[in-house]
């Protein structure tokens, strides 16, 4: 990768894509309802464009993404958890007050730090848990299945009948949680999404920080109770770990805790809805997975390229580098979109077409690439899975409420729909 030297994050004065058009090629970071045709444009146009608005890099295209996430010497994760806008001193203060000290468990460290705790949560995360927690997971998708099939109008929100329970459920379970606490859990990471993610002023950073404070505090009890009682789970292994030697502390469990108990169920729950919504708007696949069921996996791949549950993710650069063909300073921000390499031309076939027979859908990016490839990637295509197939067998005549209007949260990087109506044959 071509090296040069700059002296601030700032584009170079005459750098011809120091500011974007006009209109940024019609992108807004925060507004997830459609941003394909952005991403499509800017991948014409501006294949690396910096943000003023954000302060950061976007880069839209498959192979720079996949590079940038590749070389993790050059463009550090460190950047990955922060606020994308600057807490208020008031959330501030009640977060420092509180003692709220959680740091990324895996994704916003770097090597050797990162090698080292991911080892440990590698082998805790161990093909034999995911083993035994498949029946509890099929059992849970069909006793909500019958719930919402109960409806005498024939009607519900897959997002909150079921996508929303099934993945909390299950990784509240993996560490040892009690699944009661799912309401709580949901409230937790809501904040987390909105505090670092979202586009809050200084007033609505408010509530959000209390509940974070409330987060943490949590996931150091999973910790203490752990040393204290033992126990089944995740949180017990890692504890089980150091106490043989391993180098993790108490502070790193913890924050392992922080970052699982939400990455572990908001975007399979998005997953899940994603999957749902897709195949339901075009009757063709959902006909094809009820005539073959085996042809699932593919299915969900598909849906990871084409609507993954992230379309961003952030990296740093930790010296004067160059992104395809532009030149990006020491210390600046990028903002790599998967969400656009994901339908990039010169990568995939008929990118804009949702097919589920597709043969290059595993080629996305939704997982991120290189050594921060997500941990748990088999555990949310397991759940996606299961959900799928017993939803097929459960009404296979599922279909989307007519005229729904499916909208999406504004986040930078998360793209959630807010509810999937649907309708059935009773």
Known sequence: MTLSRSENTRPAVGCPVAHGTADHHGYQPFRMDDPFPAYAELRREEPVMYDERIGYWVVTRWADVRAVFDDWETFSSDNAQAPVRERSAEATRIMKEGGFTAYSGLSARIPPDHTRIRALAQRALSPRRFKVLEPSIRENTRAALQRMLAAEDGAGDFLTDIAFDIPTVTILTLLGVDPAMVPTYKRWSDSRAAMTWGDLDEREQIPHAHNLVEYWAECQRLVTDAHRDGGDSLVADLVTAQDGGAEISDHEIASL?????????????????????????????????????????????????????????????????????????????????????????????????????????????????????????????????????????????????????????????????????VTWES
């Not at 532009?326 to 390499?341: F, R, Y």
């Not at 097919?355 to 997500?374: E, T, V």
């Not at 299961?386 to 949260?409: K, M, N, W, Y």
């Open 257 to 421: 805790c922080y970052s699982l108990l939400f990455a572990g169920h908001e975007t399979t729950t998005t997953l899940i809805s994603h999957a749902i919504r897709l195949l339901l708007s075009h009757p063709e696949s959902w006909s094809a997975l009820v005539a073959d069921p085996s042809r699932v996996p593919g299915a969900i791949d598909e849906v990871l390229r084409y609507s993954g549950s992230i379309v961003a993710w952030r990296r740093r650069a930790t010296k004067a580098a160059t992104i395809g063909s532009v030149e990006v300073p020491e210390g600046a921000n990028i903002l790599l979109v998967m969400g656009s390499a994901n339908r990039d031309e010169d990568v995939f076939a008929r990118p804009a077409e949702f097919d589920i027979s597709r043969d290059d859908a595993r080629n996305h990016l939704s997982f991120g690439f290189g050594i921060h490839y997500c941990l748990g990637n088999m555990l949310a295509k397991l759940q996606a899975r299961i959900v799928l197939e017993e939803t097929i067998a459960a009404v296979p005549s599922l279909r989307l409420t007519p005229g729904a209007d499916i909208r999406f949260a504004e986040n930078l990087s998360f793209r959630v729909p807010t509810s999937v109506p």
